[in-house]
């Protein structure tokens, strides 16, 4: 059997590395094909290659264009059509699209047999592993699609799941789904040694940069707990094998309660974190379910990191709906946000001179609303509209998807688009007001999103990344 695995869109798609390994462990070849590329090109390719089988696992955001790609499977390539991923876990079992073979829900584990013994018009169910049985098979994704093996950073994971539950994240139909086994697979760190075996692949390919993006690098560190030990392994293999620049995300509230062993370690791994902040307000905070979060605690947890790492990046969202009429204006809502983190960012020039030589950046995103999740949920019940199909939309574009006048709509983008430079800069809210009143012409939206994305960039690697910058963003689909 073969099976031809569609990459899309600029990063690594994680999960399907995983489901590759599955169909090599089963016998059967794989080959990549990046479906970036213009669809008649890609669907040649496929041709001559003749699979049995054609593998789509799509972000939300990809899912159209994965649609528009199966299609023409479905015409012009005598192959089957396989679709995974988490937004398929929000579709009924009884749902059927021309499109789509085979789907499948949930983890990967257990699928691939099943696929080849069961009739086309089929969901299967996968069967949750024990992280220390899940490996990810890299080598020919790095060899076949150079778009991945071109980018500066590639990603990996010690655990895929989270111990928060807020409104806008796939995580609680998760937890609710797997109840026991959530913590067993999902919460429960790999071994160290598969971990940075996929760093050395990476490393062996010319990435120059690992993101190491579990949810919350710190989950499980508490004194006496076992991450604590984990990021101690980590770190000396880390530093005896790898020693690549990398980063990873926090939380305020695990930040604080963390071993201060495990942040040592950290520290010694990564020049950089972000900090998932997502929003300031106590009414915001009851929509996204994170009720326990301050702006205190933020500069507290600053405070404690930034005394080992010294870069941090906030991360915060805006363009809530008015759920529970909670969120009357949006606009003040989103301004309330930025002006915490300025404050944030400005409080080692204030009142904690411990954290005076830190550098702290915000990251603003758009509320994008996903299948499946509370808020999402929440907003079809109390009859709040959202943009069709807004899941496509890209974060650097700025477009979320709670419907909003064209007004609110335009200031909450510029609010996206600016917030970097607002924190940077500490501009003031006069200044701010007048900014996000502004229309914006293509040519600004893209500059805009370049100078953000070159910003995070220098922000992590330094200044001596800059010149690489136009490279970069020539070899990306560059979306703003």
């Not at 020049?271 to 933020?298: A, H, I, L, P």
């Not at 600053?302 to 010294?310: A, E, L, N, P, S």
């Not at 999103?449 to 800059?466: N, P, T, V, W």
Request: net charge neutral.
């Amino acid at each position: 059997m073969k099976w031809a695995l569609i990459h899309q869109g600029n990063d690594l798609m994680y999960g399907m590395t995983f489901f590759a390994n599955e169909v090599l462990k089963d016998g059967d070849g794989i080959h990549w094909f990046d479906g970036n590329k213009e669809t008649v090109k890609l669907i040649e390719e496929l041709q001559e290659f003749c699979p049995n089988y054609v593998c789509f696992g799509p972000l939300s955001s990809e899912l159209l264009q994965a649609n528009h790609i199966a299609f023409h499977v479905k015409r012009d390539v005598d192959a089957y059509t396989v679709f995974g991923g988490h937004h398929m876990n929000t579709l009924t079992d009884d749902f059927k699209h021309p499109h789509m073979d085979y789907i499948v829900k949930g983890p990967c584990y257990g699928a691939v047999n099943t696929i080849k013994t069961t009739s086309p018009g089929s969901t299967i169910h996968g069967c949750p592993q024990s992280p220390h049985l899940m490996r990810p098979s890299l080598k020919e994704y790095y060899e076949q699609v150079d778009i991945i093996r071109n980018r500066p950073r590639t990603y990996l994971m010690s655990h895929f799941g989270c111990c928060y539950n807020c409104s806008y994240c796939s995580t609680s139909s998760n937890r609710s789904k797997y109840r026991k086994q959530y913590k067993q697979c999902w919460l429960t760190r790999r071994p160290v040694e598969d971990v940075i075996e996929e760093a050395l692949i990476a490393k062996s390919y010319g990435i120059k940069e690992i993101a190491i993006a579990d949810d919350d690098a710190l989950y499980n560190c508490k004194p006496g707990q076992n991450g604590v030990q984990w990021w101690k392994e980590f770190y000396q293999q880390w530093h005896d094998k790898v020693n690549l620049p990398a980063y990873c995300n926090v939380t305020p509230k695990t930040v604080l309660k963390a071993d201060e062993t495990a942040i040592t370690c950290i520290a010694l791994v990564c020049n950089s974190v972000q900090m998932g902040y997502e929003t300031y307000s106590e009414n915001s905070k009851k929509v996204f379910n994170r009720k326990f979060q301050t702006e205190d605690q933020v500069i507290a947890a600053c405070k404690r990191i930034g005394m080992h790492i010294k870069k941090i990046k906030l991360e915060v969202i805006v363009g809530l709906p008015n759920v529970d009429g909670l969120i009357e204006d949006p606009v003040e809502d989103a301004i309330q946000t930025v002006m915490s983190c300025q404050r944030i960012a400005q409080s080692g020039k204030n009142e904690h001179p411990e954290i005076e030589d830190v550098e702290i950046k915000a990251q603003c995103y758009p509320l994008m609303l996903y299948p499946g999740t509370i808020l999402w949920d929440k907003c079809n019940e109390q009859g709040i509209k959202t943009v069709n199909a807004a899941w496509q939309y890209s974060f650097y574009a700025g477009k979320g998807s709670v419907e909003f006048p064209d007004k609110t709509k335009k200031k909450i983008n510029n609010i996206v688009k600016m917030t970097t430079m607002f924190v940077k800069y500490n501009i003031g809210r006069d200044w701010m007001e007048a900014l996000i009143s502004m229309d914006m012409t293509q040519e600004s939206s893209r500059k805009l999103s370049e100078c953000q994305y070159a910003d995070s960039l220098i922000f992590r690697l330094g200044e001596e990344i800059k010149d690489s910058i136009p490279d970069i963003i020539k070899n990306m689909e560059f979306k703003y």
